[in-house]
């Protein structure tokens, strides 16, 4: 390493760095935790947070979930009519996989602040616990660029429904 690359590199760690906190958007589930019924047909809303003193805004993207389908199934994806450019509810890959769910803004300014992408109406199957995530292979765009969201997902607790003396088991419990 020359003289001068050795300075450089002692000056930049030497110096003072400051690291401004960074509000990145945000993709949440509401609920995050649902506790339902064997046999219950129930939504979920996939929503997007953005800081709009930021600057940052959502143009479209498309959405991968990931849950266990052997405890839920996803039955139908309805994307908000906000986003009103070639909505596709996408489908299941595989089992456990639901694909390519799509949204975009033609009339509609691209969205600011907190928005509603879609609901996803599932149905509880078999008593236990299923995350529901939005899978690293999504994608969300500004108008001009990628953007990466933190995302958060939803853990659903199915129960087995409720007997004639009004007793249930929850998920959690040990039904030997």
């Excluded at 509401?30 to 709009?52: K, M, R, W």
């Amino acid at each position: 390493m020359s003289r001068i690359a050795k300075i450089l590199a002692m000056v930049l760690l030497l110096s003072p760095v400051t690291v401004l906190p960074a509000r990145a958007a945000e993709v949440n589930l509401d609920p995050v935790d649902p506790v339902v019924a064997v046999g219950d047909t129930f939504t979920v809303n996939i929503e997007i947070s953005l800081d709009e003193a930021a600057g940052e805004q959502l143009a479209g993207g498309i959405i991968d979930l990931g849950y266990e389908d052997g405890v839920v199934e996803i039955i139908a994806v309805a994307i908000d009519p906000y986003w009103d450019f070639l909505p596709d509810s996408g489908s299941e890959a595989e089992p456990g996989l639901w694909e390519s769910i799509g949204f975009d803004v033609f009339v509609n300014d691209p969205a600011t602040g907190g928005a509603v992408i879609a609901g996803v109406t599932l149905q509880a199957l078999a008593a236990g616990t299923s995350q529901l995530a939005v899978l690293d292979s999504s994608r969300f765009y500004s108008a001009t660029a990628q953007i990466l969201p933190t995302l958060t997902g939803a853990s659903i607790r199915v129960n087995t429904p409720p007997t004639a003396d009004g007793q249930t088991v929850s998920a959690d419990e040990d039904t030997a």
